[in-house]
């Protein structure tokens, strides 16, 4: 940065600055409060899913204990055949929501196979969708993160840096102006002594 020149100019343009950077304050602030805010509801949407996965596990074992002798793998069962995400803007920021799910039931012979694997896929079912619904939710968090981080930064870059540093040149340049003028009305007064002394003489 430049030498800061103390004139009414710069003491102008100091003050224009001060009032371009207040704008920008309640702005980035309100961004910020919104971002704080989204992020508690998505934490808060983790938390109640991760509860809703617990306690789907938790039914799967007191109803089917029989399941850890299948044959089969359980996990191939169901499988996402195809999910569609939407975007939605907050303050600038893109979020992913989850629009869509398309679960697919690998065949199995209902003949063949335990009477109790149909309610083993619909509870599977359930927690496919529920996991990518997790997985959507992680990934908005990361993006919620990085942009309250960003939004701090600049509302700390304009509060507790240029603002201040502006305030503090509008006053240095004010002193100086000040010092300036005081020092002009001496210079005149005793220009105005001399020529007295040089009229009486």
Avoid: C
Avoid at 20 to 47: C, G, H, I, T, W
Avoid at 84 to 101: A, M, T, Y
Avoid at 105 to 134: F, G, M, N
């Amino acid at each position: 940065m430049g030498k800061l020149a103390l004139n009414k100019s710069t003491l102008n343009k100091e003050g224009r600055k001060v009032k371009a950077y207040r704008k920008f304050v309640p702005a980035l602030d309100l961004k910020r409060k919104q971002l704080l805010a989204e992020r508690a509801n998505s934490r808060k949407a983790q938390a109640d899913l991760e509860d809703t996965l617990l306690s789907l596990r938790q039914q799967v074992r007191e109803q089917l204990p029989m399941l850890s002798n299948y044959q089969g793998s359980v996990s191939d069962l169901v499988v996402i055949e195809d999910f569609s995400l939407r975007q939605i803007n907050l303050v600038g920021i893109r979020l992913p929501e989850l629009e869509s799910v398309a679960l697919k039931v690998r065949p199995y012979s209902s003949l063949a196979t335990e009477h109790w694997l149909d309610p083993l896929v619909i509870l599977l079912k359930q927690s496919v969708e529920l996991q990518l619904k997790q997985q959507v939710l992680t990934k908005r968090l990361e993006l919620l993160e990085v942009g309250l981080r960003k939004t701090t930064q600049r509302l700390n870059l304009f509060d507790k840096v240029l603002i201040p540093q502006a305030e503090k040149n509008i006053r240095k340049i004010r002193i100086a102006l000040s010092d300036s003028e005081r020092a002009g009305v001496v210079t005149s007064k005793i220009a105005k002594n001399k020529r007295l002394k040089a009229g009486m003489a």
